[in-house]
């Protein structure tokens, strides 16, 4: 049988399109096909193979999965060898989000705009988490786009939590603080200026009585700069809590802890977050931009702008009304339901069957049980005791 490959620019650890390319190696393996990974570059302390050594194991008939999320020399490797290709496109950031603050930055996401056309003659199918996104495909010319929504391991962020980040957050609930949290990269397309806004309208109507969370990695300078500035002219320094980076513990513990999820990022292929939050139970806020709605669907309030005053009333609607969260947290588990492993695996299967018909390969037996499947009902299921 024909092996079905990922390529990957990097690999990283919590990085979203790492994490989706895992999970559906992980599903392709369970059916009994061989899935290996190859990089351009092998970061925090990865050992996987690059791509140039992907000739010494070639199969005919392999089929060669890229994942787009960035620029990188794969598309013009894959574009010169024979076999069957398919674009995981997990999104592209317009490049006049970082023009102002790293221009090398809004080059690479020129060039993995072309990298995207590139592959559009050549690849059987493209695949997109998001209508938003498979739009982006048809406009390049894929002739056959399917929409399979993130695949994740629920293990991934919610796992045992971090014993000195729940007393953290208890301590602040205690002396009477809403958390409210945000979990995505500092970059500027997630615009967290207009949360840090509203935190200070929320102050000046109802009181200081919340601390907004920004868990994320900061990736420009010139940006992470100008929330900082924002922070001190609004005197909000000890009211935003930047929290560049965390481990798997201590992000199940602000998941956990936290009163609700918020944001108002404006450009997302997905939105993986939300997911996460919603998991958890949290109620979540969110500006209905590009992805976005499709992510939340049901599970949440869909802002139709970012008026801090607006999302300012909400948040206080939210932490003040016990009643509304409960009905939050209704919706949210009814979403769950439809992005959850147990919706997205078959899809992702049928994905894979049809890639398998297009080449003439062989079928796998497709009953077969996906672990992330069974672990995603597992924590979907409510314990003994809980509400």
Not at 23 to 47: C, H, P, T, Y
Not at 321 to 333: C, F, G, I, K, M
């Amino acid at each position: 049988m024909s092996a079905i490959h990922h390529f990957v620019p990097t690999l990283l650890k919590g990085d979203g399109t790492g994490n989706n390319a895992r999970a559906m190696a992980a599903r392709i393996r369970e059916l009994g096909i061989e899935s290996e990974f190859f990089v351009a570059e092998n970061k925090d302390g990865e050992q996987y193979s690059l791509y140039t050594d992907y000739p010494t194991v070639a199969k005919q008939d392999d089929i060669l999965v890229y994942h787009l999320a960035t620029a990188s020399p794969i598309p013009a490797f894959l574009a010169s060898r024979p076999g069957h290709i398919v674009v995981v496109y997990q999104n592209l950031t317009p490049a006049p989000y970082f023009a102002q603050y790293d221009t090398l930055a809004a080059v690479m996401q020129r060039r993995g705009a072309e990298d995207l056309a590139l592959l559009a003659s050549k690849a059987i199918m493209g695949i997109a988490p998001s209508e938003y996104n498979c739009a982006d495909l048809e406009s390049n010319g894929y002739r056959e786009v399917v929409k399979v929504p993130i695949i994740f391991d629920p293990t991934d962020f919610m796992g045992a939590s971090d014993q000195k980040a729940d007393a953290s957050l208890a301590n602040l609930s205690h002396r009477g603080f809403r958390n409210w949290l945000f979990v995505g990269r500092l970059v500027p397309n997630k615009a967290q200026e207009h949360l840090i806004m509203a935190l200070h309208a929320h102050r000046e109507i109802y009181g200081d009585n919340a601390i907004l969370h920004l868990v994320g990695r900061p990736s420009y300078p010139g940006y992470v700069r100008s929330l900082y500035q924002l922070v001190r002219e609004l005197d909000l320094l000890d009211r935003v809590n930047f929290v560049l980076g965390v481990s798997a513990a201590e992000l199940a513990s602000f998941y956990r802890s936290s009163d609700l999820f918020i944001s108002a990022s404006e450009h997302e292929g997905f939105c993986m977050p939300i997911v996460e939050a919603l998991f958890h139970g949290l109620p979540v806020i969110a500006y209905d931009a590009t992805a976005v709605p499709e992510t939340l669907g049901i599970g949440g309030i869909h802002l139709e702008d970012r008026d801090p005053l607006t999302i300012a009333s909400w948040a206080h609607a939210i932490t003040a009304d016990p009643a509304l969260r409960a009905r939050l947290s209704e919706l949210s588990h009814a979403r769950l339901e439809e992005v959850s492993p147990n919706a997205t695996i078959p899809l992702f299967d049928s994905a894979i069957k049809r890639m398998l018909q297009i080449t003439g390969a062989t079928m796998p037996d497709f009953s077969r049980p996906s672990a992330l499947a069974i672990k995603a009902s597992e924590a979907l299921t409510p314990h003994p005791g809980s509400p």
